[in-house]
């Protein structure tokens, strides 16, 4: 049940600086490490950790657990919508400048389009996890992910193989993967590894040697934007 002390602890979270900063850094949906929220806030890491535990604790952040790495993003929409009128009621201060933050790697390549074991990552892997969730095939959140009904007859008419149940075997058959690059999410999992093998076979993107980096051929431009609208 609400209460005005459930207020006041919501407003003191967000009214701290450092706190309200690294909450802005997240608004454009993409997941962060600490240490890049701690960046973004002028804060050491030792702080930072402070500040992510209270409002995870609070229920502001949700935090993705991928191998070693912890990234924070806001917990849901409606965090998003508060932090939203707060903004529009503070109005701010036209003009200050904000913080940069970079993240994954530097090179072109790798981040428009690459491999991440063996599903597809990068701007490319991003788009087609983006136009598979619009059009209703996946559905993907940071808690995991799953292939519809339309979904599965969609990519047994693409050409995958779905002989196998869903969720059979060892291992996840639609597993939502945080993109190193972009910070949102591309298809990991028996679905993802299928839809790259493909792409593969059909000849719309190629290896480039000695990298993870790959290049979507003409063909895969038009296959792509044909087949995903990506």
């Known amino acids: 049940m609400f209460t005005t002390s459930d207020l006041a602890e919501t407003a003191s979270l967000v009214g701290e600086p450092a706190r309200a900063a690294m909450l802005m850094a997240l608004m454009d949906g993409r997941a962060l490490t600490a240490g890049e929220l701690a960046r973004a806030a002028g804060v050491t890491p030792q702080t930072a950790s402070g500040h992510l535990a209270r409002m995870s604790a609070a229920g502001l952040l949700a935090v993705h657990c991928q191998g070693r790495h912890h990234y924070h993003r806001l917990a849901s929409p409606a965090v998003a919508r508060m932090l939203e ?58 808690e995991g992910g799953a292939v519809t009904d339309a979904g599965i007859a969609f990519f047994r008419d693409f050409g995958l193989g779905l002989d196998a149940a869903p969720g059979s075997g060892k291992r996840v058959f639609c597993r939502p993967c945080v993109d190193w690059s972009e910070r949102r999410l591309h298809v990991g999992g028996t679905i993802g590894a299928a839809l790259a093998a493909h792409c593969f076979a059909l000849g719309w993107i190629r290896r480039n040697e000695r990298s993870r980096t790959i290049t979507v051929t003409p063909a895969g431009e038009r296959g792509f934007r044909d087949t995903f609208g990506a």
């Not at 490319?124 to 209703?136: E, M």
């Open 85 to 142: 009128s707060i903004i529009e009621v503070s109005q701010g201060e036209p003009g200050r400048p904000r913080r940069a933050i970079v993240t994954g790697p530097r090179d072109a390549a790798m981040r428009a389009a690459r491999t991440c074991y063996d599903h597809l990552a990068g701007q490319l892997g991003v788009r087609l996890a983006d136009s598979l969730a619009a059009r209703g095939h996946v559905e993907l959140s940071p």
